[in-house]
């Protein structure tokens, strides 16, 4: 047998005992950073609006695996992106898009998935004389508030017919002072951008003094406007008894995406992508089930939590540890393999030189007594 220095026998204690110990440390580290935050912030708009619906879903749903959601409500809705994209964002935050996106950056943002289509309503009393988009020249028209999701889009369809500010009066009621102020006739007409299932729009095309007012040039509009979808309204879709609306009803619509930050992690992602597939996967007006979630816009980019998840569905280890951990040993599992494949890869390497290289008989011979 060769004989072996002290400083070889030293070599053998390294690489014997200090590998697995790096090993077992990048385990740990690969658990640790695959963890979700305790804690998120969801940037949602007006208590009223579905924005606040769904981040409210989202943060009970999290509530069970643990993860404090922080729900704030903001009016500019369309700066939700501009707020989680910037440098002074800390920690994860969830937020919402249902905009045009062809100005602002989104090298910082995360899209989790479309959930839903927002259509633009118009309503105005039945007994005027406000028959299409059209007839708003020269009338006191609620658009929403300053920086709201509605009043960007209105502002701007409203524009293409040589609708604005010089010859129209526009108010910046919010959803409830504004069908308040329907109800009231204190303005003539007013825009909402609401899912049809919103209590608030369900309410609203149940009066029979209030009339929903279409957007005969809504193909053409969609083709102008980034994202903007042409939909209809069908005859009777909030009451067939007594037809509300009274016939089919043609108007544009957003898509909502649910977006997060770059920080917000890959399990925290998953487990809201997985949430909002349970959630928001089902049949609406204007989807089948399993439609949504979906990605249509393509200036963000996707999560691959995300991706994979609709896909394929949750990881086989969600059946036997939950969804929260086994996400958890999912995500940590790649990391680990590498370490457990590279230790098997050397362990072979030294099987297989040992008859030639002097030291390494030694570690042999060593281990054989």
């Given at each position: 047998?060769?004989?072996?220095?002290?400083?070889?026998?030293?070599?053998?204690?390294?690489?014997?005992?200090?590998v697995?110990?790096?090993s077992?440390?990048?385990?740990i580290?690969?658990?640790f950073?695959?963890?979700?935050p305790?804690?998120v912030?969801?940037?949602?708009?007006p208590k009223?609006?579905?924005?606040?619906?769904?981040?409210?879903?989202?943060?009970?749903e999290l509530?069970?695996f643990?993860?404090?959601?922080?729900i704030?409500h903001i009016?500019?809705?369309?700066h939700?992106?501009?707020?989680i994209n910037?440098?002074d964002?800390?920690?994860p935050h969830?937020?919402?898009?249902?905009?045009?996106?062809a100005a602002p950056p989104?090298?910082?943002?995360?899209?989790l998935?479309m959930?839903?289509?927002?259509p633009?309503w118009?309503?105005?009393p039945a007994?005027s004389?406000?028959?299409n988009?059209?007839?708003?020249?020269?009338?006191?028209v609620?658009?929403g508030?300053e920086g709201?999701g509605?009043?960007?889009?209105?502002?701007?369809?409203?524009?293409?017919?040589?609708?604005?500010?010089?010859?129209t009066?526009?108010?910046?009621?919010?959803?409830?002072?504004?069908?308040s102020?329907?109800g009231e006739?204190r303005i003539?007409a007013?825009f909402?951008?609401l899912?049809a299932?919103?209590p608030v729009?369900e309410?609203?095309?149940?009066?029979?003094?209030?009339?929903?007012?279409?957007i005969?040039?809504?193909?053409?509009?969609?083709?102008k406007i980034?994202?903007?979808?042409?939909?209809?309204?069908?005859?009777?879709t909030?009451n067939?008894?007594?037809?509300?609306?009274?016939q089919?009803?043609?108007?544009?619509?957003l898509p909502?995406?649910?977006?997060s930050?770059?920080g917000?992690?890959?399990?925290?992602?998953?487990l809201?992508?997985?949430?909002?597939?349970?959630n928001?996967?089902?049949?609406?007006?204007?989807?089948?089930?399993y439609?949504?979630?979906?990605f249509?816009?393509y200036?963000?980019e996707?999560?691959?939590?995300a991706?994979d998840?609709?896909d394929?569905?949750l990881?086989?280890w969600?059946k036997?540890?939950?969804?929260k951990?086994?996400?958890?040993?999912?995500y940590?599992?790649?990391?680990?393999?590498f370490v457990f494949?590279?230790a098997?890869?050397m362990?072979?390497?030294v099987?297989?030189?040992a008859?030639?290289?002097?030291?390494?008989i030694?570690v042999r011979?060593?281990f054989?007594r």
């Amino acid at each position: 047998m060769i004989k072996m220095g002290r400083h070889r026998i030293h070599l053998l204690y390294v690489y014997y005992l200090v590998v697995p110990l790096v090993s077992i440390l990048a385990i740990i580290v690969s658990f640790f950073a695959v963890m979700p935050p305790r804690e998120v912030v969801i940037l949602a708009g007006p208590k009223e609006g579905y924005f606040a619906t769904v981040a409210t879903t989202i943060s009970n749903e999290l509530a069970s695996f643990g993860i404090s959601a922080r729900i704030e409500h903001i009016e500019d809705t369309t700066h939700i992106i501009d707020r989680i994209n910037g440098a002074d964002m800390a920690g994860p935050h969830l937020g919402f898009v249902a905009q045009d996106l062809a100005a602002p950056p989104t090298d910082g943002v995360f899209s989790l998935g479309m959930i839903s289509l927002e259509p633009l309503w118009l309503f105005s009393p039945a007994n005027s004389d406000t028959r299409n988009i059209r007839d708003l020249k020269g009338k006191l028209v609620s658009i929403g508030p300053e920086g709201s999701g509605v009043r960007a889009l209105s502002q701007r369809i409203l524009s293409l017919y040589g609708i604005d500010e010089t010859n129209t009066d526009f108010v910046d009621y919010g959803i409830m002072d504004s069908a308040s102020a329907l109800g009231e006739k204190r303005i003539n007409a007013a825009f909402f951008l609401l899912p049809a299932n919103t209590p608030v729009i369900e309410q609203l095309n149940s009066r029979a003094d209030l009339q929903l007012i279409g957007i005969e040039e809504a193909e053409a509009l969609s083709h102008k406007i980034s994202h903007l979808e042409r939909v209809v309204i069908p005859k009777g879709t909030f009451n067939v008894r007594n037809l509300r609306p009274p016939q089919d009803v043609e108007t544009l619509a957003l898509p909502v995406t649910v977006i997060s930050s770059k920080g917000s992690g890959d399990t925290l992602s998953a487990l809201v992508a997985n949430i909002l597939r349970e959630n928001y996967a089902w049949e609406t007006l204007f989807t089948k089930d399993y439609e949504l979630p979906s990605f249509v816009y393509y200036e963000l980019e996707t999560h691959p939590a995300a991706v994979d998840l609709y896909d394929s569905g949750l990881p086989y280890w969600t059946k036997i540890f939950g969804k929260k951990y086994g996400l958890i040993i999912s995500y940590a599992a790649h990391p680990i393999i590498f370490v457990f494949f590279t230790a098997v890869v050397m362990f072979g390497l030294v099987i297989t030189y040992a008859e030639f290289i002097p030291i390494l008989i030694s570690v042999r011979d060593l281990f054989r007594r």
